[in-house]
Structures are given as C-alpha cells and as structure tokens.
C-alpha cells in the first residue's frame, strides 16, 4: 500500500500460478482493488514464469508440465482481469528466452508465441515481451539459450521478442553480483529502441536496476544515474527493480533509497499505445 501513495504512473505486478493453484485468485483481486481505489495503473505478467526469484512458479502437483496446461492458465487469468480498466498492458511471462533459475531453464519462443495469441483472443490490450538487456559478453552468453542441431545456433532474445509481442521490455542492470556492466550497456538499448520504432513497435525499460546484487556496490546515486542514463537514450517508459529494498532498508532507519525513488516518480508512467 505505501507503494502506492508514491504517484508511480505503473507498477507490475505478476499472477503466481502456484499461488493461484493454492489460494485461487484472491491475493490479486486484493492487490488490483487496492490499485483500482488509487488510481494506478498496471502491467500484468501472466504465465508460468514471473517476476523474482526462483522465476519460474510451477504449481508443485504438476510432475511435468504441459503447454496446454500453460495456456489454460493464461487464458483463465486474462479473462478473470480483462475488465479491469487498470490493467494497461499484458506482459507474457518474464525473461522467457533468457536462462534463469536454479534449473536453468528457459521457454521455447513456440511456446511463447502460442501464449500470446491466446492474449490476444481475449484481449487487444499491448502484449509486453522482456529480456535481461545486454551487460557483457560472458553474462549474455550464459543467460542466452542455444537452439539446434548440437546447440549451435544461439537465440537472440531481442530478436524473437520484436517478432512475437508488440513492446520490447529491456531488464538493465550495471552491477551485478561483483561485476560491473561493459560502457556501451546504454548504447546498446538505445540501438534496440530505435530497432523497435523501425518496426513500427517500441521499446520500455521494465526493469531498470534499483537496488545492490551483492556483492556489487550500488548506491541511490547510482540508480538516478541509470534512470537518467536512460530517459537520454529516449525512453519513455522506466519501471524501477528494488522496491522492496528501499522499504526494508526504511524500516531499518536508512531512507535514502526511497528519497532517491521519490525524485524518479513520472506520473505519466507509461507510453500510451495502440496496436
């Protein structure tokens, strides 16, 4: 709820399949009235995999699991929340083509192109597609999965993304777990941005790095840096990663997280789409 009171023009919030195998839809019904009494839009991830660690949220009944059984859950959640005027936009999954996870495991963009056409039966509200945007060439290859014959051919995210969905969400981080992010990280979004707009599609930052992955340093500082960094680079749409550091580091007496955020608020929150 304090989140809330910040004025974010949009926050993302994700469906938990095995949450909702367990408890039904009613954690989220709470979480989309409360946004709907203030006002506040959403980006809604739906799928089997979602934001936060461990990534993917499998309920634990299912021994292995099916695409029918991803799509019927896709389907049910769209329609359950297609009336809800907040909801600005769908995300399908989070970091699909990217490895993640204790397993490693990624999702086949068959898979995925297959999840948002049964969005867009339902719904023609803007399909969001995310990848963890480019930080080195070693964190790239590793994130990045191999397809064909003896894994020779390597599946560029960005690319299968532009093909499927109608917005390319970039996840930027500059620091990560002791080591630092290469100096044309910046450059190398804005390429895809302008990639994106040829297309006749476009680009958001639907996670720009907003707390430490420790070991790395990262300060308030560093993230208005990256936020700025990035309005220059031409986008109009940054959603923050760290909200719930900055409030366990409040409540522990330190507040210069959420000072910081306070200064990135942009009502307008996102780029107003039609596809």
Same mark, same amino acid.
């Given at each position: ?14 469906? %938990? /399949? ?6 039904? %839809? ?30 993917? %949220?499998?309920?634990?009944? #299912? ?26 936009? @769908? ?14 495991? @990624? ?11 049964? =969005? ?10 995310? $990848? ?27 690319? &299968?993304? #532009?093909?499927?969905?109608? =917005? ?27 990639? $994106? ?6 680009? @958001? ?7 430490? @992955? ?16 990035? #309005? ?13 550091? /900055?409030?366990?580091?409040?409540? $522990? ?6 000072? &910081? $955020?306070?200064?990135? =608020? ?10």
């Amino acid at each position: 709820m304090q989140l809330l009171d910040f004025g974010f023009g949009l926050i993302r919030v994700s469906a %938990y /399949w095995d949450q909702v195998r367990k408890d039904g %839809y009613a954690p989220l019904d709470w979480m989309l009235d409360a946004a709907h009494d203030a006002e506040q839009s959403i980006l809604l991830t739906v799928g089997m995999k979602a934001i936060r660690w461990p990534e993917f %949220y499998i309920p634990p009944d #299912l021994q292995q699991v099916q695409p029918h059984d991803v799509l019927a859950f896709v389907s049910e959640t769209v329609a359950r929340y297609r009336d809800r005027e907040q909801i600005v936009a @769908w995300q399908v999954e989070n970091e699909p083509f990217n490895r993640s996870g204790p397993q490693r495991w @990624w999702i086949d963009p068959h898979l995925v192109r297959r999840e948002v056409q049964a =969005v867009r039966d339902l719904d023609r509200r803007p399909i969001v597609l995310n $990848a963890f945007a480019h930080f080195d060439s070693l964190l790239d290859e590793q994130s990045r999965p191999r397809r064909g014959l003896f894994g020779m051919r390597r599946l560029e995210p960005e690319k &299968a993304i #532009l093909d499927i969905g109608d =917005v390319l969400g970039l996840d930027v981080y500059t620091a990560v777990a002791g080591r630092t992010a290469t100096p044309d990280w910046a450059e190398t979004a804005e390429r895809w941005l302008r990639t $994106a707009q040829q297309r006749g599609k476009t680009a @958001w930052i639907t996670e720009s790095q907003a707390e430490p @992955w420790p070991p790395s340093s990262f300060t308030p500082d560093d993230m208005v840096a990256v936020h700025a960094r990035l #309005l220059r680079a031409g986008f109009s749409t940054i959603l923050l990663w760290g909200c719930e550091h /900055w409030l366990a580091q409040a409540a $522990a007496g330190d507040k210069s997280w959420l000072e &910081a $955020a306070k200064h990135l =608020v942009d009502p307008r929150g996102f780029e107003p789409l039609t596809f």
